[in-house]
């Protein structure tokens, strides 16, 4: 399958990539990077960094950098660390982005590859709205946009209706709910079916010492933050779980309903039911069990 990844590297993120690259059904056209866990530049040197780490070999095209309509952007430095990668203090600058910026990067790779490119968004939704200005053959153009995002009728992450990623970009998402693109939502309803332990953590570190144990690393602090808001002992897999959609529907459930975003008020960054919206495939659950063993299996493929 040919993948892009869209994405704010970010801890959960870096799992997310790290089992793309080790996936033989996945060919990684590229990674395109967007503010949210950091800002945009932070998520681009992470992004080459990490690919780097993981022997991957992608163009790394950078992105957004501001929330449509907004003239600052906070990161979520208490849920990913100063730099990202929990507690990292510095990351590395290996390398260059590509020359072509996020959206033109989108647009021409999915014109090169119609009807047989995945875009897997993994963070704020705004280079798939500036990919769908950009270019109105777009949607058309993309197999399928899977989307780690939003909280269909259930308990928001950031706010008590609004998952992060939905949340840090409110009008770019509803532009996305609003488009002709073929969506597939792997909100918190599926993810947070899902849990890393500290033990698995520990597993990856001894079955894979230099990536496993990297990603052990950068977990601690982002599994201490879970610790501290007292949600569980573990952490769920967002971003990889919307991986996992990509090459494995099968294990997932759904419901199809037209999404809408609230863009003002406290509701703001909410995924309401719209029946005027193009169809939505919605992950309600996941085989939680064969999610993390497929974590595991793929990190264990490393040194
Ligand atoms: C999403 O927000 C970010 O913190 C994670 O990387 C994930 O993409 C979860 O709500
Ligand atoms: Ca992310």
Not at 5 to 32: F, H, K, Q, S
Request: glycine share 8%.
């Amino acid at each position: 399958m040919k993948l892009i990844i869209d994405t704010d590297p970010g801890v959960d993120d870096a799992l997310a990539i790290a089992m793309a690259v080790a996936m033989p059904e996945i060919e990684l056209l590229g990674l395109t990077t967007v503010f949210g866990n950091t800002f945009t530049y932070q998520s681009s040197r992470n992004a080459r960094y990490l690919l780097n780490l993981f022997g991957g070999d992608c163009p790394v095209a950078e992105g957004a950098t501001l929330p449509y309509g907004a003239t600052t952007y906070d990161p979520a430095d208490e849920v990913h660390g100063p730099e990202g990668l929990g507690a990292m203090a510095t990351v590395p600058d290996i390398g260059r982005n590509h020359a072509e910026g996020a959206a033109a990067f989108l647009v021409r790779m999915a014109q090169e590859n119609s009807g047989e490119l995945v875009v897997c968004a993994i963070g704020p939704l705004t280079n798939i709205a500036d990919a769908l200005k950009l270019d109105p053959a777009f949607a058309s153009n993309l197999k399928e946009l899977v989307i780690m995002g939003g909280a269909f009728e259930v308990p928001g992450n950031i706010t008590p209706l609004a998952e992060a990623n939905i949340f840090h970009d409110a009008p770019a998402a509803d532009a996305v709910f609003a488009s002709d693109l073929r969506i597939v939502m792997v909100g918190l309803n599926a993810t947070m079916q899902t849990l890393l332990t500290p033990e698995n953590f520990v597993d990856m570190s001894k079955s894979a010492p230099k990536v496993g144990g990297f990603l052990r690393e950068i977990h601690e602090f982002y599994l201490g933050f879970y610790r501290s808001v007292g949600v569980m002992d573990g952490c769920p897999m967002h971003d990889s779980t919307a991986l996992l959609a990509c090459i494995a529907p099968e294990q997932f459930t759904f419901q199809t309903s037209g999404l809408r975003v609230i863009c003002t008020g406290d509701a703001i960054g909410q995924t309401v039911a719209d029946a005027s919206r193009p169809p939505v495939r919605i992950a309600t659950g996941v085989a939680a069990t064969w999610a993390v063993a497929q974590a595991m299996a793929q990190v264990a493929t490393y040194d």
